[in-house]
């Protein structure tokens, strides 16, 4: 799967075509995205003399294991530069490997992501879906812990926080703990918007995907940081 030593077949396909190959499975794809990921040397298309991009069978196979291992497993690019340069030498990798420490890790379902929480869901369907009463949502709400938006709909990302608070209540945290979750959260954010927004104002191409990348990569780091430190924080109390 090496970048610059594969043959194409054919004509190769065109940026375009890739697009399509890849949407099915990774709906929020763009020609940006790919852009972006050629620019940080990721993949590695050859040119037309014309100037125009052909990408072979192994820089689509490329592109799927980079958006994969971002999607499934929220791996920075850095590592997965790295696992790239390791099939490039010889190993052989199915997938991405190279995680981030199980117990500071986000699961699949719940990965950080910046990007849109998903289709609107009403507070029906957030009742259904996650098996709470209307007594413990009306709490989460009225607490500030969930904010429903426009119309009183809720995004995909609600129903893993309702889920969440309903666990942590099991355990006797009931919602005036949990308003402190979503401010230190939103203090959080305000950080990486400092960071990632004049990157993502930027007027060179790929600006958006690469102000993307950096919140992921920043989320990542945060995840753990507080992973770290709440587990050594724990440990403390408990000696």
């Not at 194409?8 to 065109?14: A, C, D, N, T, V």
């Not at 958006?67 to 991405?96: C, F, M, N």
């Not at 289709?119 to 812990?145: C, Q």
Request: proline share 5%; glycine share 10%; charged share 25%.
């Amino acid at each position: 799967m090496t970048a610059a030593s594969h043959p194409l077949h054919g004509s190769g396909l065109s940026i375009g075509a890739v697009l399509d190959q890849l949407r099915p499975d990774f709906p929020d794809v763009t020609i940006s995205k790919i852009r972006f990921l050629e620019s940080e040397g990721l993949v590695s298309p050859q040119r037309t003399p014309s100037g125009y991009r052909r990408f072979s069978a192994g820089d689509c196979e490329r592109l799927r294991f980079v958006l994969t291992a971002q999607r499934d497993h929220y791996l920075p690019l850095k590592v997965i530069r790295e696992q790239l340069d390791a099939i490039d030498q010889g190993s052989t990798l199915e997938g991405p490997v190279v995680r981030l420490p199980r117990s500071f890790a986000v699961s699949t379902e719940e990965q950080f992501d910046a990007g849109p929480g998903g289709s609107r869901i009403s507070g029906e369907e957030l009742l259904e879906r996650t098996g709470v009463d209307k007594a413990f949502l009306k709490d989460l709400v009225t607490s500030g812990f969930l904010k429903p938006g426009n119309g009183g709909y809720f995004d995909g990302d609600s129903v893993t926080l309702v889920k969440t608070a309903h666990a942590l209540a099991e355990f006797g945290l009931d919602t005036r703990h949990l308003r402190s979750f979503r401010m230190a959260a939103e203090r959080q954010a305000d950080l990486l918007a400092q960071i990632a927004g004049p990157v993502a104002k930027g007027r060179e191409a790929g600006a958006k995907d690469r102000a993307e990348e950096i919140v992921r990569e920043l989320g990542s780091l945060i995840v753990s940081a507080h992973g770290a430190l709440l587990k050594a924080a724990v440990r403390e109390s408990l000696r």
